[in-house]
Nanobody
Framework: VQLVESGGGLVQAGGSLKLSCAAS????????MGWYRQAPGKQREYVAG???????NYADSVKGRFTISRDNAKNTLYLQMNSLKPEDTAVYYC???????????????WGQGTQVTISS
């Protein structure tokens, strides 16, 4: 297993969660990293991405509330989620792709996903 997420859970609306993704070094060092999510009955959608040099990109729906970051020394990706809303409820997937342009459309590598549930 090359991408392993953790940190999901159940929180009330307005609360915060921080997701983590531990990656193999070979993937982490050579790819843009990001997060996708999939809500029940909906397509998987792009949430945020970060390049090797730390440039970040966000979907409009999470901009200003979520912060993506990467620790290159630990091969770990993070997603700090604040001001959570019930519509943020989804399975969140860690993803990696050759560059951020590709990552915004799809990924070469996927984690197994972690459930995030926001109660109203």
């Amino acid at each position: 297993v090359q991408l392993v997420e953790s940190g999901g859970g159940l929180v009330q609306a307005g609360g915060s969660l921080k997701l983590s993704c531990a990656a193999s070094g070979s993937i982490f060092s050579t790819n843009a990293m990001g997060w996708y999510r999939q809500a029940p009955g909906k397509q998987r959608e792009y949430v945020a991405g970060v390049t090797n040099d730390g440039t970040t990109n966000y979907a409009d729906s999470v901009k200003g509330r979520f912060t993506i970051s990467r620790d290159n020394a630990k091969n770990t990706l993070y997603l700090q989620m604040n001001s959570l809303k019930p519509e943020d409820t989804a399975v969140y997937y860690c993803a990696a792709a050759r560059n951020i342009v590709i990552l915004r459309m799809t990924a070469h590598y996927w984690g197994q996903g972690t459930q995030v549930t926001i109660s109203s």
